[in-house]
């Protein structure tokens, strides 16, 4: 089946700061999700690239899709406690193919 | 406030019980899913059902049997399970049979279960 990378899989950092989690696949996707799940919580859909090289913002999360449409990123600009969970990116085929996800923890 | 509902949020058996997870979905959704979620590991999807029969099962063990009497709800049975089965088993659905576009996931809370 169809491997999706993320990487880092765990990342600390001073609330105020940035945060950038990367989604590589090794073939074209044809879209893809990012799904944020907080601690204790269960995954909760946040945004859906379709377009090569497209870019979305919701406040200061900023999604991106690669050019080749073989990667994704996902950019927080200082960070909050609230920001603290864990961030999954998912590509479709024929079904639904998670990362690893990375796991954000904000220092107070 | 989750249109997916999923009970026992918590779930402790032995390996040799029987028991069963229950979902209820209350968005209209065609397709309905069950992922396995263990540490350190990705999501990994175990059923999918579309419009009640089921598309997908990925290699799961028969000790695990699903069941989906109509498009909104899905069990999954469990007899004589492993310590390693334990995780967090999500329950979720989507509205269009074909995941993807226009279509994201919408998870349950969970069921943590621990075997014993």
């Known amino acids: 089946g169809q491997q999706v990378m993320q990487i880092p899989q765990y990342q600390h950092v001073q609330e105020g700061e940035d945060f950038t989690t990367y989604c590589n696949s090794s073939?074209?996707?044809?879209?893809i999700q990012w799904y944020k799940q907080r601690p204790g919580g269960h995954p909760v859909f946040l945004i859906q690239l379709v377009k090569s090289g497209e870019v979305k913002k919701q406040k200061r999360l900023t999604f991106q899709f690669g050019e080749a449409k073989k990667n994704s990123s996902l950019h927080i600009t200082a960070t909050q406690t609230t920001d603290v969970g864990t961030y999954f990116c998912a590509a479709t085929g024929n079904q639904f193919y998670f990362g690893t996800g990375t796991s954000l923890t904000v220092i107070p | 406030e989750t249109g997916v509902t999923q009970t026992p949020r918590h779930l402790v058996m032995g390996m040799t019980n029987k028991k069963s997870l229950k979902c209820e979905q209350h968005?209209?959704?065609?397709?309905m899913y069950w992922y396995k979620q263990s540490a350190k590991k990705p999501l990994e999807l175990m059923f999918v059902?579309?419009?009640?029969?089921?598309?997908e099962n990925n290699s799961v063990p028969s000790r695990f049997s699903p069941e989906c009497p109509n498009s909104s709800h899905l069990f999954l049975h469990l007899h004589t399970l492993q310590p390693e089965d334990s995780a967090l088993y999500l329950c979720?659905?989507?509205?269009?049979?074909?995941?993807?576009?226009?279509?994201?996931?919408?998870f349950g809370n969970g069921t943590r279960l621990t075997v014993t």
């Open positions: 979720a659905s989507s509205q269009e049979t074909t995941p993807g576009v226009n279509s994201p996931l919408h």
């Open positions: 059902y579309s419009l009640e029969e089921r598309v």
């Open positions: 968005l209209g959704h065609n397709a």
């Open positions: 073939t074209t996707l044809s879209n």
